[in-house]
């Protein structure tokens, strides 16, 4: 969670719980739910290491607030993030491992074993289907096409299994 | 002959097709059983060469087959003319090729309009017709230009819209989607689920498993014959969010 908070805080400084939001503003449902607690730890390692740094704003009728900002490293380090290459979705490889497998084990036919696996993935097509015609929202709509494009690839990947396989 | 409502509406029995080459027989579809009930929305996929087109055409009444039989709402048809056959896609059959197979000289609106006057609509019919599909399709600007005028997607969509012009029972259609982007896709998407909520059976051959996977029942082919058959589950908002949307941060 280093990098995304990061990213939050070279837009202004703020505070933890304000981050906490913002995440689940940005990213809805997509983003795995962040305890606030994760947050803050997350935050005073950062400041450890001298990517941000933080002063105590009093309020006048709450308790204090601990508000936190971007320091020259911290925004050396967003930048590198960003300038780098991600890694790519690994291929479904406990799939194609049981495939490999099935006839040697003599567990379950090939065939028997794509068609399942065919049906699971057109399933789940489906259901991204119903979310995408629901979904008005850029970032959550964007995360559903690529889902749903992976999806093909798997599908196109299985009928190369298929044909020279099967 | 009886459209639309409850019971079978296509048969194929053993339906086979061998083209000759120049030397040896090469087959296309090696015998395959396949019963489509009316209003069904049915999607054959499969990999090039599996015969899914050939399938098609031969249950639309474009390519003979070598053996087997075809059964449209209890009428043999497998051995009609191709005049008889005609006269079954004008009335009762949408066919949508991978090619659009449009009139040329005619232009966009008549294109769709012949298609419903020639299945027994009115003037005015046919005109409403024309509007409504058009409008859904986005392509009610393109209506007075000559198909040759218009993108390999915009013709693809009039394709669609002729096939549907008049109402048929049943609609088969080659990579409807094929030559299409995210948004026109969606549009054809959108145009044959509310055929198929008002009773016309669809089948269709696709490459596309989002289109694939609107339908209601996915038969696989491979090398000619059906490796599968699939019911898909009911189309519903998934309970929880499936695990492949869900970042790792």
Redesign the interface.
């Known amino acids: 969670?280093r990098m995304?908070l990061l990213a939050l805080l070279a837009k202004e400084p703020a505070h933890g719980y304000e981050l906490k939001t913002q995440l689940e503003q940005v990213?809805g449902?997509?983003?795995?739910s962040t305890n606030i607690g994760q947050i803050y730890v997350t935050l005073q390692r950062l400041e450890r290491d001298g990517l941000v740094r933080s002063q105590d704003v009093v309020q006048a009728t709450r308790p204090n607030k601990r508000v936190y900002e971007l320091t020259e490293a911290g925004h050396e380090a967003l930048v590198q993030w960003m300038d780098r290459p991600s890694e790519g979705p690994r291929v479904r490889d406990d799939f194609f491992i049981k495939l490999v497998l099935s006839q040697l084990a003599g567990i379950s036919d090939r065939?028997g074993l794509i068609?399942r696996q065919?049906?699971h993935?057109?399933?789940?097509?489906?259901?991204?289907?119903?979310?995408a015609a629901?979904s008005d929202r850029q970032v959550?709509r964007l995360?559903?096409?690529g889902?749903?494009l992976?999806?093909?690839a798997d599908?196109d990947w299985l009928?190369r299994c298929?044909?020279e396989l099967v | 002959m009886t459209t639309g409502g409850a019971g079978l509406l296509l048969e194929a029995k053993g339906l086979a097709k061998v083209f000759r080459g120049d030397s040896v027989p090469v087959p296309a579809v090696r015998g395959v059983d396949l019963a489509l009930q009316a209003g069904e929305f049915a999607a054959i996929i499969g990999p090039s060469g599996s015969g899914k087109s050939t399938l098609l055409h031969m249950l639309g009444g474009l390519e003979p087959p070598t053996s087997g039989e075809i059964w449209l709402a209890g009428q043999r048809v497998d051995g009609l003319t191709q005049a008889r056959w005609a006269v079954l896609r004008r009335r009762h059959i949408g066919f949508v090729f991978q090619f659009f197979n449009l009139v040329s000289n005619m232009t966009v609106a008549d294109n769709v309009e012949l298609a419903a006057l020639m299945g027994g609509a009115t003037r005015k019919q046919a005109r409403d017709r024309r509007a409504e599909l058009l409008a859904e399709l986005g392509l009610t600007a393109r209506s007075d230009a000559a198909p040759a005028r218009l993108s390999g997607g915009e013709q693809q969509r009039v394709a669609l819209a002729r096939a549907m012009a008049n109402r048929p029972s049943l609609l088969l259609a080659d990579e409807p989607t094929g030559n299409l982007d995210s948004g026109a896709s969606q549009a054809v998407l959108r145009l044959l689920a509310r055929a198929h909520a008002d009773g016309q059976a669809i089948l269709l051959v696709t490459h596309d498993a989002r289109v694939a996977s609107a339908a209601d029942r996915v038969i696989s082919l491979f090398d000619g014959i059906v490796i599968d058959d699939a019911v898909m589950p009911p189309q519903a908002r998934p309970a929880r969010l499936p695990s492949m949307l869900k970042l790792r941060g």
């Open positions: 969670m995304p990213f449902e997509a983003y795995p065939l068609n065919r049906r993935y057109l399933g789940q097509m489906r259901s991204l289907s119903v979310l629901t959550p995360l559903i096409e889902a749903m992976h999806l093909q599908l009928q298929q044909e």
